[in-house]
């Protein structure tokens, strides 16, 4: 199993970002897909997950209310939208498939003026 994410970059705090992670070697459509993210000197840690069942995405508390996963199964593809941008929320964010121990490479978001 792949998984490559895209997305990341430099936003002004308050910005939008959105993440995107596509998939390869494996049956997407079944497979439980998160977004965690490691803050420089921090452990890594969640920031939602999505089920293959439709039901309600989970959030950290942190990103609740900001934060909006989604997935396109036909282009093996999960997202994360991320509004109001908050100089805490600067870290390498990860595309992970927990049940596959499949991890992306990371992508770089830095929330600065």
């Known amino acids: 199993a792949q998984l490559v994410e895209s997305g990341g970059g430099l936003v002004q705090p308050g910005g939008s970002l959105k993440l995107s992670c596509t998939a390869s070697?494996?049956?997407?459509?079944?497979?439980?897909m998160a977004w965690e993210r490691q803050i420089p000197g921090k452990e890594r840690e969640l920031v939602a997950l999505?089920?293959?069942?439709?039901?309600?995405?989970d959030y950290a508390n942190f990103a609740r209310g900001r934060f909006t996963i989604s997935r396109d199964n036909s282009k093996k593809t999960v997202y994360l939208e991320m509004n109001d941008l908050k100089r805490e929320d600067t870290a390498v964010y990860y595309c992970?498939?927990?049940?596959?121990?499949?991890w992306g490479k990371g992508t770089l978001v830095t929330v600065s003026a």
């Open positions: 999505i089920t293959a069942a439709g039901t309600p995405p």
């Open positions: 070697g494996m049956v997407f459509s079944s497979t439980i």
């Open positions: 992970h498939a927990p049940r596959m121990n499949a």
